[in-house]
């Protein structure tokens, strides 16, 4: 079994930064990808980033040059870093990792979600 554990959602003012970080464990032989999608209240989940194994990234336009995602692929964690935050980017993030268990079955995992609250 595999599981996300997302961390660092919270409340913060226009302008200011967060970082959400995700761990990923149980029986995982590779992790192909891993990334942040957001949901927003009547809004669909949306991709805000993603980072391959070789290390290749992509980003939403609304987030690019303001958000960065990074990976160590020893502890198997990805890290969001979110400077510059605006109220639209108020929403329920979720981690996602598609990824190789021992046994080479191919999952798409996802966090419980966590939140991110933008507002003065």
Same mark, same amino acid.
């Given at each position: 079994?595999?599981?996300?554990?997302?961390?660092g959602g919270?409340?913060?003012?226009?302008?200011?930064?967060?970082?959400?970080? %995700?761990?990923?464990?149980?029986?995982i !032989?590779?992790?192909?990808?891993?990334?942040?999608?957001?949901?927003?209240?009547?809004?669909?989940?949306?991709?805000?980033?993603?980072?391959?194994?070789?290390?290749?990234?992509?980003?939403?336009?609304?987030?690019?040059?303001? !958000?960065?995602?990074?990976?160590?692929?020893?502890?198997?964690?990805?890290?969001?870093?979110m400077?510059?935050?605006?109220?639209?980017?108020?929403?329920?993030?979720? %981690?996602?990792?598609?990824?190789?268990?021992?046994?080479?079955?191919? !999952?798409?995992?996802?966090?419980?979600?966590?939140l991110?609250?933008?507002?003065?």
């Open positions: 079994q595999v599981q996300l554990v997302e961390s919270g409340l913060v003012q226009p302008g200011g930064s967060l970082r959400l970080s %995700c761990a990923a464990s149980g029986s !032989f590779k992790i192909n990808a891993m990334g942040w999608y957001r949901q927003a209240p009547g809004k669909e989940r949306e991709l805000v980033t993603a980072i391959t194994s070789g290390g290749s990234t992509n980003y939403a336009d609304s987030v690019k040059g303001r !958000f960065t995602i990074s990976a160590d692929k020893a502890k198997n964690t990805v890290t969001l870093q400077n510059s935050l605006k109220p639209e980017d108020t929403a329920v993030y979720y %981690c996602n990792a598609g990824l190789y268990t021992r046994f080479y079955n191919y !999952f798409e995992v996802w966090g419980q979600g966590t991110v609250t933008v507002s003065s």
